[in-house]
């Protein structure tokens, strides 16, 4: 199957030159994670310059560079990604898979003729997962066992530097002495909380201050998991109901086995497709 038969045509871009609140508020709207972002050349037309998403805003509003500079003095020429991988619109969807996943990258522009007609995402393959052959497979057989989480002690600054290092959306919150689950923490929660501060506590005392927040006053407590019996169609269609990347999987004591998210679907659909 060609790669233009799964991808989103709807574009929602952003020009480089509108700044992250702006961002955030199309993000927030269209419930999606990343914006094309354009610059309007001197025929009047709409070049593909970069990409940005929720995790690349978090990581730069929580830089120690930009401590002086108001959030609505960020433009997003300053935050997108500029190095853009794109692929053409007849490329086979396991080929685009595949780049997807060997470049740790959430979505790719679809091009005909250098023109930007879509772009695909994890989201795109979600969809594909709620078919019969995805129904025979558990989330254990697909699940990744190795979660890094943090504890609900840890401060807001390191969570958000293991989001940065293991290039990650979400981090499970646990308790030490027996993993049990309690929370979860994302970039969408990392940002709300850091506009938060930045607005309110003047900029003199942010730096010392930021180590006063910690996991505990920012997590989601309420979190949805699945088990590992549960089938891949089953988390397919929980993801495109409720738009979550990614959920938790516990045992019947509430403890972390693992974590089932976009990336494993699409790494599932590169084999099986």
């Known amino acids: 199957m060609q790669i233009k038969n799964i991808m989103t045509e709807d574009l929602i871009t952003i020009n480089k030159d509108q700044n992250i609140l702006d961002a955030l508020k199309l993000l927030r709207k269209n419930k999606i994670s990343r914006l094309p ?8 037309e709409k070049e593909l310059v970069g990409i940005v998403s929720e995790r690349d ?27 853009i991988i794109s692929v053409d619109k007849s490329m086979d969807l396991v080929e685009v898979a595949n780049i997807m ?11 005909d003729d250098d023109m930007m007609i ?3 995402s994890k989201a795109d393959f979600v969809s594909l997962c709620v078919s019969k052959p995805y129904e025979k497979i558990t989330v254990g057989e697909v699940m990744t066992k190795n979660v890094i989480s943090v504890s609900m002690d840890d401060r807001l600054i390191h969570a958000r530097r293991v989001i940065i290092d293991n290039k990650i959306g979400r981090l499970l919150v646990t308790a030490d002495a027996n993993n049990e689950l309690v929370g979860i ?5 990392i940002i709300r909380v850091l506009l938060d501060f930045k607005k309110h506590t003047p900029e003199k005392y942010q730096k010392s201050q930021i180590k006063n927040l910690f996991v505990d006053d920012i997590m989601s407590e ?14 397919a269609n929980q993801m495109m109901e409720t738009g979550f990347n990614g959920y938790p999987v516990i045992n019947d004591n509430n403890e972390v086995i693992g974590i089932i998210t976009q990336t494993d679907l699409l790494a599932l659909c590169a084999d099986i497709e």
């Open 222 to 235: 309420n979190v949805s998991a699945v088990s590992s019996e549960d089938t891949i169609a089953d988390v």
């Open 101 to 111: 996943l060997e470049n740790g990258i959430g979505s790719v522009p679809v091009q």
């Open 185 to 189: 923490i994302t970039s969408k929660d």
């Open 118 to 120: 879509g772009i695909v």
């Open 37 to 44: 972002v354009v610059n309007t050349n001197q025929d009047n």
């Open 57 to 83: 805003i978090a990581n730069k509003l929580g830089s120690s560079k930009i401590d002086k500079l108001s959030p609505s003095n960020l433009h997003i020429s300053s935050v997108m990604v500029k190095d």
